[in-house]
């Protein structure tokens, strides 16, 4: 069983849906969480954290973590040698992540509140991977620099999904892997 799949047993996603959702866990397609924001369906998860390469020991960033679903997953993917850190905007999704994630019993994971015109989390950069759940118009400059040197970011910009890959002397490459759709990524008012 490979690493994606063997966390996608650990981590039901039934436990970080609504109780009126957790019927349709194992429908792949998003689910409302709340705050017009989904937990996104399974299979672009999984195409996600394949293109991430997630491996123990990592720091690792999920910005836009919702439910605290992809947060747990990656802190599975990690373990207790790695760290992840989730950022959220909205505070009652933030709360519900939290709850979610400690569940899990993963202490090497939590979920911040997003801060103020911050995009991601620069206090405990750099990340050896970056996983961004919202999509943005442009690739996130801010979230470039929090990347570790070599890390990879997946991010979906403008409806596709993109993978940046930083080498050891800080280039970036970019290449892109298919079409999707996410809810917007928004900072923090």
């Given at each position: 069983?490979?690493?994606?799949?063997?966390?996608?047993s650990a981590i039901p996603r039934e436990g970080f849906l609504p109780p009126e959702e957790r019927d349709f866990a194992g429908f792949d397609e998003p689910l409302p969480i709340g705050h017009g924001q989904t937990n996104s369906q399974p299979r672009t998860v999984a195409d996600m954290l394949r293109l991430l390469e997630v491996a123990p020991g990592h720091k690792v960033l999920d910005v836009g973590?919702?439910?605290g679903w992809t947060t747990a997953l990656l802190a599975h993917l990690t373990g207790p040698e790695?760290?992840?850190?989730?950022?959220?905007?909205?505070?009652?999704?933030?709360?519900?992540?939290r709850r979610n994630l400690a569940a899990t019993d993963?202490?090497?994971?939590?979920?911040?509140?997003?801060?103020?015109?911050?995009?991601g989390w620069?206090?405990?950069?750099?990340?050896d991977r970056i996983l961004v759940s919202a999509e943005?118009?442009?690739?996130?400059?801010?979230?470039?620099?929090?990347?570790?040197?070599p890390g990879r970011m997946v991010v979906p910009?403008?409806?596709?999904?993109?993978?940046?890959?930083?080498?050891?002397?800080?280039?970036?490459?970019?290449?892109?892997h298919g079409w999707y759709r996410f809810v917007p990524l928004r900072r923090r008012p």
């Amino acid at each position: 069983m490979d690493a994606v799949r063997s966390a996608f047993s650990a981590i039901p996603r039934e436990g970080f849906l609504p109780p009126e959702e957790r019927d349709f866990a194992g429908f792949d397609e998003p689910l409302p969480i709340g705050h017009g924001q989904t937990n996104s369906q399974p299979r672009t998860v999984a195409d996600m954290l394949r293109l991430l390469e997630v491996a123990p020991g990592h720091k690792v960033l999920d910005v836009g973590s919702g439910s605290g679903w992809t947060t747990a997953l990656l802190a599975h993917l990690t373990g207790p040698e790695g760290m992840v850190v989730g950022v959220e905007l909205e505070p009652s999704l933030v709360r519900f992540g939290r709850r979610n994630l400690a569940a899990t019993d993963q202490p090497w994971a939590r979920i911040e509140q997003a801060k103020p015109d911050v995009l991601g989390w620069p206090e405990d950069a750099a990340y050896d991977r970056i996983l961004v759940s919202a999509e943005a118009q442009a690739l996130p400059e801010e979230l470039i620099e929090q990347l570790a040197a070599p890390g990879r970011m997946v991010v979906p910009v403008a409806g596709l999904m993109m993978l940046a890959e930083r080498n050891p002397t800080g280039t970036v490459r970019l290449s892109s892997h298919g079409w999707y759709r996410f809810v917007p990524l928004r900072r923090r008012p």
